[in-house]
C-alpha cells in the first residue's frame, strides 16, 4: 500500500531558527501533497496544498512567508517554519494524494515544540 | 477553516458493544473518507466512500455514504479495546473542484475492558 514517511518525528528548536520538515511518498508519486496542523485533541486543519512544480496554495489566515512549502519532485515535499515562534508549537501532518485521487495517506506527523 | 460536524465528540463504551457515529454537513460532498488516529500518530484511512448510498464495510467497521450527500456514518461492532483513539470523518466538497478534503472535529473513543 502507500506509504509516506514524514521527517524529523520531533523536533525542539530556539525561537527565531527556522525548521524543516520533510514529507515522502515511498512506493508511488504524489502528484499534490497536503500539509496540516493539528492543535491538541483538536482537528486536523489544512494548511496549504502543495503541487509537484508549481507554488503552493495557501489557505486563509495562513502565512505563506512564515510556512514555506517546497515540492521540487513527484515524491518530496518540505514545508519549513521561519523564524519559528512557541505559538508554532504543534503537530504537524502532511498527506499525499497517488493519481486517482483514492483518498489520502497520511505521515507519522512532527511534534513542533519552539522554546 | 471550515469543519464538518461530527457527533458524538467523546465516547466512553463496555467492550463488546457496538459504536455509531456520524458527520453531517450543510453542502454536499462527493467523497467521504474514515480515518483513525492515535496518540501522536498520523490518521489511517479506514473506509472511502464515492457515491451516494454506498454501503462498505472493513471487518469490524462499516461506513454509509448519505444518500442526500451531506451526511455519513461509522459503525463499529462488537469493540475491542484496541479500538481506543480519535475518529475523523473526510469530506471532499462537491463544488471546490480540488481534491481538498475538510476534516470532521473528531470522535474520541475509550473502550473500557
Known amino acids: 500500500g502507500a506509504v509516506v514517511s514524514q521527517h524529523p518525528s520531533r523536533v525542539i528548536c530556539k525561537s527565531g531558527t527556522s525548521v524543516k520538515i520533510e514529507c515522502r511518498s515511498l512506493?508511488?508519486?504524489?502528484?499534490?501533497m497536503f500539509w496540516y496542523r493539528q492543535f491538541p485533541k483538536k482537528s486536523l486543519m489544512l494548511m496549504a496544498t502543495?503541487?509537484?512544480?508549481?507554488?503552493?496554495?495557501?489557505e486563509q489566515g495562513v502565512e505563506k512567508d512564515k510556512f514555506l512549502i517546497n515540492h521540487a519532485s513527484l515524491t518530496l515535499s518540505t514545508l519549513t517554519v521561519t523564524s519559528a515562534h512557541p505559538e508554532d508549537s504543534s503537530f504537524y501532518i502532511c498527506?499525499?494524494?497517488?493519481?486517482?485521487?483514492?483518498?489520502?495517506?497520511f505521515g507519522s506527523g512532527t511534534r513542533l515544540t519552539v522554546v | 477553516g471550515q469543519q464538518l460536524n461530527q457527533s458524538p465528540q467523546s465516547m466512553f463504551i463496555q467492550e463488546g458493544e457496538d459504536v455509531s457515529m456520524n458527520c453531517t454537513s450543510s453542502?454536499?460532498?462527493?467523497?467521504w473518507l474514515w480515518y483513525k488516529q492515535e496518540p501522536g500518530e498520523g490518521p489511517v484511512l479506514l473506509i472511502a466512500?464515492?457515491?451516494?448510498?454506498e454501503l462498505t464495510s472493513n471487518g469490524r467497521l462499516t461506513a454509509q455514504f448519505g444518500i442526500t450527500r451531506k451526511d455519513s456514518f461509522l459503525n463499529i461492532s462488537a469493540s475491542i479495546p484496541s479500538d481506543v483513539g480519535i475518529y475523523f470523518c473526510?469530506?471532499?466538497?462537491?463544488?471546490?473542484?480540488?481534491?481538498?478534503?475538510?476534516f470532521g472535529t473528531g470522535t474520541r473513543l475509550k473502550v473500557l475492558a
Open positions: 502543495s503541487n509537484e512544480g508549481s507554488k503552493a496554495t495557501y
Open positions: 512506493d508511488f508519486q504524489a502528484t499534490t
Open positions: 466512500l464515492y457515491k451516494a448510498g
Open positions: 473526510a469530506g471532499q466538497p462537491g463544488t471546490s473542484g480540488t481534491y481538498k478534503y475538510i
Open positions: 453542502s454536499i460532498f462527493n467523497t
Open positions: 498527506s499525499a494524494m497517488s493519481r486517482g485521487n483514492y483518498g489520502y495517506t
